[in-house]
């Protein structure tokens, strides 16, 4: 037998027995030691899910830093009927990972899109108030947000909402900014952040408690797929055009800056990999 066609039929194997597998439910991992003195990590979410399915790196300083990683449920979907629902699933598979969780106001903000940016700035300033009161209270060492093109209208929102926050923080707030992505693939990442396999089973796990949402569309069993896909793009993308590629299977990539004297500045000089042998405090600014 051609021993190709044994590998993709035990792929496509695999996702259809993964289909039938059950959802939530699941005893929350053992805590992570946090230091007492440790700065938490904030992700901003634009919809319950995208904590699990960008948040690999988060996981890792947790583990690997110490770190309190903190979400920012920014919305919790534009269906009413589905947002308190929503918020439960979400609570639940933040309890899974050991995250901690953050609401912005009760049902979530509202029309977090940039054409509400440009024709309702007095709501989009009222929002703007919401996310930069939560950096102010949270003071955080790292904050992940979706790039400026991530396709869905709420990413691209959010992405703007977050970076309108920084920008009205006082002088003197500095913190790494890592943008990720998911809807729509960055040109220019600089980050490849290798997981492990028990990384990717903790996250897809977690993803599993959005029970109604992957019932809907079963994405969650795609989601190793795409971490392996990261690989490929991520070899060249991030290591350079020609480069090879690392002996790794999962990854997820971002972009890292760094937030200081109110803009983003650069950290790197080229592409970087974080393989899963190396600790993710090794990219903290000091």
Not at 125 to 144: G, H
Not at 146 to 174: C, K, R, Y
Request: charged share 25%; with cysteine; glycine share 6%.
């Amino acid at each position: 037998m051609n021993p190709y066609q044994q590998y993709v039929s035990e792929i496509a194997r695999l996702a259809r027995e993964a289909k039938r597998l059950p959802l939530g439910g699941f005893a929350p991992l053992p805590r992570a030691k946090v230091r007492p003195d440790a700065p938490p990590v904030l992700i901003f979410a634009p919809h319950p899910d995208d904590e699990c399915i960008v948040g690999g790196l988060a996981l890792r300083l947790q583990r690997e830093a110490g770190l309190r990683v903190v979400n920012v449920a920014v919305t919790q979907g534009s269906n009413k009927a589905r947002q308190q629902p929503r918020w439960a699933e979400l609570s639940a598979a933040c309890e899974y990972l050991g995250f901690e969780l953050v609401g912005t106001r009760p049902g979530g903000l509202e029309d977090i899109n940039v054409e509400a940016r440009r024709r309702e700035p007095d709501d989009w300033r009222r929002s703007v108030e919401v996310i930069s009161d939560i950096l102010a209270q949270q003071k955080p060492a790292v904050v992940f947000l979706p790039h400026a093109a991530d396709w869905n209208s709420t990413h691209i929102g959010t992405h703007h909402l977050v970076m309108d926050a920084l920008a009205a923080q006082p002088a003197g707030f500095e913190c790494t900014v890592v943008e990720t992505e998911f809807w729509a693939a960055m040109t220019d990442p600089n980050l490849m952040a290798e997981l492990a396999v028990e990384h990717v089973a903790h996250l897809l796990t977690a993803l599993t408690f959005h029970v109604e949402e992957v019932r809907r569309n079963p994405y969650h069993v795609f989601f190793p797929a795409w971490l392996m896909d990261n690989v490929r793009r991520g070899s060249e993308i991030v290591g350079g055009q020609g480069a090879a590629a690392p002996d790794c299977t999962f990854a997820t990539l971002y972009r890292l800056r760094r937030w200081t004297a109110g803009g983003l500045r650069q950290v790197f000089d080229a592409g970087r990999t974080l393989e899963a042998s190396r600790s993710a405090g090794d990219l903290l600014v000091r």
